[in-house]
Every structure is written in C-alpha cells, then in structure tokens.
Nanobody, 126 residues
C-alpha cells in the first residue's frame, strides 16, 4: 500500500530553519502532484506548497520567499525547506500526493487528496 512518512519537525525559535522530508513508498508508476499542508490548533488545514510532475511549484502567500518545496525522484522523497520561521508557522505539517501530472495553485486549496502522511509537528517560539 502507498505510504507517506513525514520527518524533520521539531521546535525552533523565531527566525530559525527546518527541513521537512516525506518518504514515499509503493506509489503506482504514474505522474504525481505532491504538496505540503499544515494545520494549527483550532484552525483548518491549509495548503503550504505543491510541486507537480514537471517540477512547477506554487506557494501560499504567507510562506513565499521563505519556504522551498523540492523532490528527489530517485529517493522518492519530498522536501520542504523552511527558513525565517515565524510563530504563526506552528502546526502539524502533512504531505499529500495525487495521481495528477499537473498541479496548479488550485491544488493548495483543494481539501481532499488521495494519499496523506501522518504529519510532523513544527513549533516556532518567539
């Protein structure tokens, strides 16, 4: 079965950096769009960044210029480099994947995704 396993979360101070990883296994051999989503306590889950099979990326306005999404197809791993972290970036971060070759900005607002990881907690203190 398909598995997405996030890692790399932790506690950092305001202005710090973290790199999240999402190890993906058993995906069928089709082209995918993948993304990172986050959910703060008491809030709805929101899209952070996505990357499609052609390498095109999209970011939420709140993280643009600070976060970078990337993938290593050989390692079947999705990454999220997070710099200049702010307390409002605190939340549970999830990776998701869908068998869609192209994923535009709409992917970040879509609530339902085919495959989800279990999440990794990011806490940014001021």
């Amino acid at each position: 079965q398909v598995q997405l396993v996030e890692s790399g979360g932790g506690s950092v101070q305001d202005g710090g950096s973290l790199i999240l990883s999402c190890a993906i296994s058993n995906l069928p051999p089709v082209r995918y769009t993948m993304g990172w989503f986050r959910q703060a306590a008491g809030k709805e889950r929101e899209g952070v960044a996505n990357i499609d099979s052609e390498g095109s990326t999209n970011y939420a306005e709140s993280v643009k210029g600070r976060f970078t999404i990337s993938k290593d197809n050989a390692k079947n791993t999705l990454y999220l480099q997070m710099n200049r972290l702010k307390p409002e970036d605190t939340g549970m971060y999830y990776c998701a994947a869908d068998d869609l070759p192209i994923g535009g900005r709409w992917y970040l607002v879509q609530k339902r995704h085919k495959y989800w990881g279990q999440g990794t907690q990011v806490t940014v203190s001021s």
